[in-house]
């Protein structure tokens, strides 16, 4: 019998001289890890039991680290950095942590990007080619993209500038029917038209594009892959190699529900149950129901995703229920906003729940044709948090900054379940501006006092707590640590006064003119401090004796961090508040 002891592989060249038997052994051994780690410590299960035999196809090929190769997102090369010197990484569990979840040039010469987002594969490496090109290299350039990205509007630009290189590069399309979700759009037809014709079939996409074309149907088939691999290996022409493989390969559970375990936290391997599950209410769950009824009771309400349906709470059942009303635009960020402003100037009521970290790539369909033409759609922004994703490519606190200064965009941050409810339903209901509604971070916070308005385009501020000379001004998730900030100030004898500024785009200047007189304002938010809401409020107050602190992240690319740890780490706890304000003032 083969046998391979994982941890003797530190780098590709220990693959090379394999048989194709011991590479299939490997590759068995490889996905019994993978399972052993992703059951255990959580992450991307689907895209990486899927691509292990691609992946040691391709490093067995082809001479890495000389040879590029840039994987699109990078959430499937798990089995990439097992066969690049971090296998201990997957085989001991006290390494578990030593690695991203991403490809990380930090981490290896074998990583070229750090990339987390989608799509962009293409047209990296049609640069590193182009460079290979000027430089008068002769190296392999490989871009590994799948379905999914495929559909994002950056891949069809590096499809369509790669063809005109007129040299050596390569991409790999790794087809498994599926993106997080089931795919959307028209090219999909075209894909399962080439893989139902064993890649025979006419017309052909990437031909049209001016691709050479290969197929390999058997896409998890090692002998096969090798062959295909060896015969575009050193061409001298933009090729295209479509390869047919099967999401969550090796895990029953993984194949039975390939949404599900795109990504999973840990889990029983047998059965799929998490092996811990969070019981109490989540923001995203009472988007997907408050919407539910809004389309039941107005058809002129739909809701759109951008390939990430799960994000906002929609899972299958429930996009089923939405019917023609939930639509998916496949992961085309522009395309769904642009999408969202045509249809709220067609005269319905669109709301875009998109993740904040994939907002980034609409920023120009935000500030055009969002706001520059008024166009009311509505936007539910997730995962808007430092107490959210902490992968450095999926930070989610970005977005105050970039949103808030975009003109006529308003950008509400409600602080509770009913104040984003109301500030939900006021923004479908209203028909004269873009409106974008931050679900707050961490744990669902219940107020039913909250002072709800029936129209937030108002500059008006909530005082929650009528106080002294301090006021303590908490942006969205920020205002119950103001609160307890409030109550540990009590005890010494301060008095504190309390702020929801309930939007961090509009000023309410009468407000912020009755604080000109008081000793400190401390801002606190969800977000970078550099161009954000306690900016503002610290330039209108410039001129006034009013000390004023502004609180918040850091400009950084913060990478698994420890939410806690941050929060205290820049002073935004409510202990150091309350100490901030008892020593500077008193």
Request: proline share 4%; net charge negative; glycine share 10%.
């Amino acid at each position: 019998m083969v046998t391979t002891d994982l941890n003797t592989i530190t780098s590709p060249e220990a693959i090379r001289k394999m048989s194709i038997d011991e590479l299939k052994h490997l590759a068995a051994e490889m996905r019994k890890a993978l399972i052993c780690k992703v059951s255990a410590h959580g992450g991307h299960v689907g895209p990486n039991l899927g691509m292990v035999e691609a992946v040691i196809a391709l490093h067995y090929v082809f001479d890495t680290p000389k040879d590029k190769i840039v994987f699109d997102v990078s959430h499937q090369t798990y089995p990439h950095k097992m066969l690049t010197g971090r296998m201990n990484a997957f085989t001991d569990a006290t390494h578990y942590d030593d690695v991203t979840g991403y490809t990380n040039p930090r981490e290896s010469e074998y990583d070229l990007f750090s990339l987390g987002h989608t799509s962009s594969a293409i047209s990296l490496a049609s640069g590193l080619a182009k460079a290979r090109d000027m430089k008068g290299g002769k190296e392999n350039v490989v871009a590994v993209i799948g379905d999914g990205s495929l559909g994002g509007g950056v891949a069809f630009e590096g499809l369509d500038f790669g063809a005109t290189l007129g040299t050596n590069f390569i991409v790999v399309v790794n087809d498994n029917n599926m993106s997080i979700a089931e795919n959307h759009g028209g090219i999909y037809a075209d894909l399962r038209m080439l893989r139902n014709t064993n890649g025979e079939g006419e017309p052909n996409l990437f031909r049209s594009f001016g691709y050479a074309y290969r197929y390999v149907h058997a896409g998890n088939d090692i002998n096969a892959l090798i062959e295909m691999f060896k015969s575009v290996k050193d061409t001298d022409r933009p090729v295209v190699v479509h390869i047919n493989t099967f999401k969550g390969l090796g895990l029953k559970v993984a194949e039975d529900n390939q949404e599900k375990f795109h990504w999973s936290m840990p889990f029983d391997p047998e059965t799929g149950e998490l092996l811990a599950s969070d019981s109490g209410e989540d923001y995203t769950d009472i988007f997907a129901t408050e919407m539910l009824e809004q389309m039941k009771s107005n058809p002129q309400v739909a809701v759109i995703t951008a390939g990430t349906p799960g994000a906002i709470g929609f899972s299958k059942d429930r996009r089923l229920h939405a019917g023609k009303q939930f639509v998916d635009v496949g992961i085309a960020e522009q395309q769904a906003v642009d999408l969202a402003a045509g249809m709220a100037a067609g005269g319905v009521r669109p709301v875009f729940g998109v993740v904040s970290t994939f907002l980034q790539r609409a920023y120009d369909q935000f500030s055009q044709d969002a706001a520059l033409n008024r166009q009311p759609a509505v936007f539910n922004v997730v995962y808007g948090s430092m107490f959210g994703m902490n992968d450095e490519t999926h930070l989610g606190f970005f977005d105050l900054g970039l949103l808030s200064n975009i003109p006529g965009l308003l950008v509400l941050t409600p602080t509770s379940k009913e104040e984003y409810l109301s500030m939900l339903r006021w923004a479908i209901r209203q028909t004269k501006t873009p409106v974008v509604v931050r679900q707050p971070g961490g744990r669902v916070v219940s107020n039913p006092d909250a002072a709800l308005l029936d129209d937030y385009s108002r500059a008006e501020y909530e005082i929650v707590r009528k106080g002294g000379k301090v006021a303590l001004i908490g942006v969205g998730t920020f205002l119950p640590v103001m609160n307890e900030a409030a109550d540990l100030l009590e005890k010494q004898g301060v008095s504190s006064t309390v702020i929801n500024p309930r939007n961090v785009s509009v000023l309410d200047t009468a407000t912020l003119d009755s604080l000109k007189d008081f000793d400190m304002v401390i801002t606190a938010e969800d977000g970078i401090i550099d161009g954000g809401y306690g900016q503002k409020i610290a330039s209108y107050l410039g001129e006034a004796p009013v000390k004023v602190v502004n609180l918040g992240l850091p400009k950084k690319f913060l990478n698994r961090f420890d939410a806690k740890e941050v929060q205290r780490a820049c002073s935004l706890t409510a202990e150091q508040i309350a100490a901030r304000a008892v020593k500077t003032n008193y």
